[in-house]
């Protein structure tokens, strides 16, 4: 796969996610939020909405690999400090999985942890994307469009 430049930092580029049939079929993206902090969660499942996005919830490393398998989401956004599966594993678990729907699915990852280490472990881990918080609703809405190439502004 080729790699873009994007604020220093070398990510992948993405496949046509158009070809994934679930997707094709809904009518608005699915964002998976996998945030263990409630108020966080639903506050970007808020913002998410008003964009007019789906969203769906996962408060755990376990159950956003669950989720992602079986509803194939279109992007997510995934916290580092889970409990039971931290945002590492659950990334490297994406990432290789054997259905390249799931193993494509592009990855933002959010933290608080937003040195210059953990964004590189964050690339190594295979994010498409790491922004820091707290969140700048803003960066995290063009990154999604970047990624999906939707456009919602």
């Known amino acids: 796969m080729g790699q873009k430049q994007s604020s220093g ?3 992948r580029r993405l496949p046509d996610r158009s070809k ?10 699915v964002i998976l939020i996998v945030e263990d902090e409630d108020n966080l969660a639903e506050l970007l499942a808020l913002r998410l909405k008003i964009k007019q996005f789906a969203t769906l919830i996962a408060s755990d490393g376990h159950s956003a690999c669950r989720l992602t398998e079986d509803l194939l989401p279109d992007l997510i956004l995934l916290d580092i400090m889970l409990p039971e599966m931290d945002g590492w594993e659950v990334c490297s678990f994406i990432r290789s999985h054997t259905n390249p729907q799931v193993a494509e699915t592009p990855i933002i990852m959010l933290s608080a942890l937003s040195d210059m280490t953990t964004r590189y472990r964050g690339q190594a881990a295979g994010a498409d994307a790491f922004l820091g918080k707290p969140y700048d609703f803003e960066k995290i809405f063009t990154k999604i469009d970047t990624l999906l190439d ?3 502004g």
């Open 20 to 29: 994934n049939p679930a997707a094709a079929s809904r009518p608005q993206p």
């Open 9 to 11: 930092y070398s990510w």
């Open 150 to 152: 939707c456009g919602t």
